[in-house]
């Protein structure tokens, strides 16, 4: 008779237990070899890989296509998972010079990763990383302490700009919610059949003071669109594959 408790104890333990609901899935291939990472598109990986849209509006007024648009592809293999992300934008502007002042106002491309796909909170905790890549490459998040810090050792990248239209190569080593900001962690090995919470965005400014938008690569419903950089619940899903 015991059992009639079962059907209460997975509701309670579910109930105390939010999980993330997939959502936006991708499936990444693996690279049979690395690609080198220097702004062309020329490696094996991404000539068999997928364009995949970066067109949502999270912020700001609507744009035309010459103002912005983008478009990306992904390929992973045991030590990073690598984004090829084309950007058209008619003006590159970098007008804050410290990386840790005002990032989000600069052109900058955001990587957003929840290495468990746990979903959640991350505001001020490692559950997930919001990583701002400025045209300088220095990559940026908030840490548990509440203040911007420099994440370069967890993402390489490069940039070629041929007039308006720049080709980033990133690599993105993952780290999970253990991770301690000034210790010393250690990057994820990644293997088949793991899923990574994942969006990319771009903060697009030609000249203000602030950012004119915030494109990201994922729908969020309702009103409020930023709402990447605190929870992990509105970042898609990304099932690496053979
Ligand atoms: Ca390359
Ligand atoms: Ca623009
Ligand atoms: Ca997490
Ligand atoms: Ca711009």
């Given at each position: 008779m015991k059992n009639i408790y079962?059907?209460?104890?997975f509701f309670f333990f579910a109930c105390s237990n939010p999980k993330k609901k997939d959502h936006q899935i991708i499936d990444v291939k693996k690279a049979l070899e690395s690609p080198v990472l220097d702004g062309k598109a020329t490696d094996n990986c991404w000539n068999t890989?997928?364009?995949?849209?970066?067109?949502?509006?999270?912020?700001?007024n609507a744009f035309s296509h010459e103002d912005f648009n983008g478009r990306y592809k992904l390929c992973w293999d045991t030590n990073?998972?690598?984004?090829?992300v084309e950007i058209t934008d008619d003006i590159l502007y970098d007008q804050n010079q410290d990386p840790l002042k005002f990032w989000w106002d600069d052109d900058c491309l955001e990587v957003f990763i929840d290495e468990d796909n746990s979903g959640g909170n991350h505001q001020y905790s490692h559950n997930a990383f919001a990583y701002h890549i400025a045209l300088d490459g220095n990559v940026v998040d908030l840490g548990p302490d509440k203040a911007p810090r420099l994440y370069n050792h967890h993402?390489?990248?490069?940039?070629?700009?041929?007039?308006?239209?720049?080709?980033w190569e990133v690599a993105v080593s993952l780290y999970d919610d253990d991770y301690k900001d000034g210790k010393e962690n250690s990057a994820k090995v990644l293997s088949r059949g793991k899923k990574i919470g994942f969006a990319l965005?771009?903060?697009d400014n030609d000249g203000s003071r602030e950012r004119e938008n915030f494109i990201g690569s994922v729908f969020v419903p309702g009103e409020n669109k930023n709402l990447g950089w605190i929870s992990a619940d509105t970042f898609g899903t990304l099932l690496l594959q053979d």
């Open positions: 079962l059907p209460l104890v890989a997928k364009w995949h849209a970066l067109d949502q509006n999270w912020l700001g990073a998972l690598y984004i090829l993402i390489k990248s490069h940039r070629t700009t041929v007039e308006k239209l720049s080709t965005a771009y903060c």
